[in-house]
């Protein structure tokens, strides 16, 4: 949601004033495109890190408020539970050496961070979702302490009406419930950001939506959730049913979650702005004084608040934003699929091919959108988040005789994306040796079919073939993930196992 939040209880009249707004932001939103005001390409992107803090018993701390001002850095800031963090970087120029230039500051950033936390016997842990995480954990109590995540709360069991169901089926079944929206805090994931032009925007946001499977068979990291061994990436399951808005006979009618993939390819990012006005009631009321059409009359640049805050709250994998810098408009496509880590390195890696593969699938003569149904993207990045490194995934098979082929996703990789990502690094002119470093890490992670889930579900059944019982698997195994972390090697290079007493 971004900026602070302040704000009562909304009657009818907010409501309807508000959506009296939402239009008029949306028509000045098309009124901005329309003029061709928006800001001149430049080759920005941007990076968001949600974080972990757990202990060195490997179980979660809640302590942000302690953690925090320790920290003392405006990089860092609170996310929705009391034992997450989040740390922004700054937007840096897609060139050069700017791969080894973010993991540097990463490096050095999240170290601090590190340290700090270790002041109060709390550690920062970068993981899809924490394997120690318990029912008791994640309770209304241990939200973070700013009131803009008590308000979106309140709204969102308002408009649940009674408690949150989950229930996921994955090697194991979960089946619970929960009174708030805190389970949602249990997903902590990198944000990938990119700002390009209104011209671009469809094409760059289809191509994020194409390979978002291939990213969570390459990057899952999150199999554990209350004990459970779930699916390889959990986080989108855990995430759309703990933000459910819809009671049992709202999802029976077909009314769309707020958290989903999408169901079609689009032509302009405007359409995105408007879904999310035609499907999605507001849960954030709050109006903004400014009049974004008068604001345009007399040739200003609106803010459009409500806009921006409402699409805050519809939950897309790959979500379209609106900003402002020294008063010129840009877009970005937020690409939201990866979970965080398991390392900088495998981070970084994960940024790389990220970026490479939008640029060169976004100008391929015959894009990947026209020739693999949009239902088909989505069934990839279902099968990618239950089946991890193992999926397999739809894909057009190469040549003009077209079709579509069913494909190991680390064979895909290698034979297929890596050469068409490191094309678009080149074309991001993006120096020869990050390029082969960060994608390299790539191919030996499909070479070894290593990722951050599949190294903790080994390690957590070794632990238990050695004797442990489940509760202390996770713990030993979480501990051994956190030692790893912090040493930095990438993850397909990590020892399986934790060791012996």
């Given at each position: 949601?971004?900026?602070?939040?302040?704000?009562?209880?909304?009657?009818?009249?907010?409501?309807?004033?508000?959506?009296?707004?939402?239009?008029?932001?949306?028509?000045?939103?098309?009124?901005?495109?329309?003029?061709?005001?928006?800001?001149?390409?430049?080759?920005?992107?941007?990076?968001?890190?949600e974080l972990n803090l757990a202990g060195s018993d490997g179980m979660p701390k809640m302590m942000n408020g302690e953690v925090l001002p320790r920290i003392a850095s405006r990089d860092f800031q609170t996310e929705l539970g009391m034992f997450n963090l989040e740390v922004n970087i700054v937007p840096h120029h897609l060139e050069g050496r700017v791969f080894d230039q973010l993991a540097e500051e990463l490096r050095t950033g999240l170290g601090y961070a590190h340290r700090k936390a270790g002041e109060v016997d709390a550690g920062i842990m970068m993981i899809g979702i924490l394997p120690t995480l318990g029912r008791q954990d994640l309770v209304a109590a241990n939200l973070s302490a700013a009131e803009r995540y008590t308000l979106l709360n309140n709204q969102m069991v308002s408009a649940r009406g009674e408690?949150?169901?989950?229930?996921?089926?994955?090697?194991?079944?979960?089946?619970?419930?929960?009174?708030?929206?805190?389970?949602?805090a249990a997903c902590t994931s990198v944000q990938l950001h990119l700002q390009v032009t209104p011209a671009r925007f469809a094409a760059v946001w289809?191509?994020?939506?194409?390979?978002?499977?291939?990213?969570?068979?390459?990057?899952?990291?999150?199999?554990?959730?209350?004990?459970?061994?779930?699916?390889?990436?959990?986080?989108?399951?855990?995430?759309?049913?703990?933000?459910d808005t819809r009671p049992p006979e709202l999802q029976n009618q077909g009314v769309r979650?707020?958290?989903?993939?999408?169901?079609?390819?689009?032509?302009?990012?405007?359409?995105?702005?408007?879904?999310?006005?035609?499907?999605?009631?507001?849960?954030?009321?709050?109006?903004?004084?400014?009049?974004?059409?008068?604001?345009?009359?007399?040739?200003?640049?609106?803010?459009?608040?409500?806009?921006?805050?409402?699409?805050?709250?519809?939950?897309?994998?790959?979500?379209?934003v609106y900003g402002l810098a020294d008063g010129v408009p840009h877009l970005r496509v937020e690409n939201r699929v990866l979970p965080a880590g398991p390392t900088v390195t495998d981070v970084i890696a994960n940024a790389a091919l990220y970026y490479g593969l939008v640029r060169a699938l976004a100008e391929e003569s015959r894009p990947v959108w026209t020739r693999l149904p949009f239902a088909a993207a989505a069934e990839n990045f279902d099968t990618a988040?239950?089946?991890?490194?193992?999926?397999?995934?739809?894909?057009?098979?190469?040549?003009?005789?077209?079709?579509?082929?069913?494909?190991?996703?680390?064979?895909?990789?290698?034979?297929?994306?890596?050469?068409?990502?490191?094309?678009?690094?080149?074309?991001?002119?993006?120096e020869p040796a990050d390029r082969d470093r960060y994608l390299g890490i790539i191919e030996e992670r499909c070479k070894r079919r290593v990722n951050g889930a599949s190294w903790q579900v080994d390690t957590y059944h070794r632990a238990r073939e050695a004797g442990l019982e489940r509760h202390a698997a996770l713990a030993a195994?979480?501990?051994?993930?956190?030692?790893?972390?912090?040493?930095?090697?990438?993850?397909?290079?990590?020892?399986?196992?934790?060791?012996a007493p």
């Open positions: 949601m971004g900026e602070k939040v302040v704000a009562g209880a909304f009657d009818l009249s907010d409501r309807q004033r508000y959506r009296r707004k939402l239009h008029q932001c949306l028509e000045g939103l098309e009124r901005l495109l329309e003029e061709r005001r928006f800001d001149r390409p430049r080759n920005l992107m941007g990076m968001e890190i408690d949150f169901s989950l229930d996921i089926q994955g090697v194991e079944r979960l089946v619970s419930t929960a009174s708030s929206i805190t389970p949602e289809n191509a994020a939506q194409a390979v978002a499977g291939v990213q969570i068979a390459l990057g899952a990291n999150s199999p554990f959730l209350f004990g459970r061994e779930l699916w390889r990436e959990s986080r989108p399951p855990l995430f759309q049913q703990a933000t979650p707020r958290t989903w993939f999408g169901e079609q390819w689009v032509g302009s990012a405007y359409e995105l702005f408007e879904e999310n006005l035609r499907y999605f009631p507001p849960l954030l009321p709050i109006c903004d004084e400014e009049d974004p059409l008068r604001v345009l009359d007399e040739s200003g640049v609106p803010r459009l608040q409500e806009l921006v805050l409402h699409n805050g709250t519809v939950y897309r994998w790959n979500r379209p988040c239950r089946h991890g490194i193992d999926a397999e995934l739809i894909w057009p098979r190469p040549g003009r005789s077209g079709g579509l082929t069913r494909v190991p996703a680390v064979k895909l990789v290698r034979d297929e994306l890596l050469p068409l990502a490191a094309a678009g690094l080149d074309a991001w002119n993006i195994t979480t501990r051994r993930y956190a030692e790893l972390m912090h040493s930095g090697e990438p993850v397909h290079s990590w020892p399986t196992g934790v060791p």
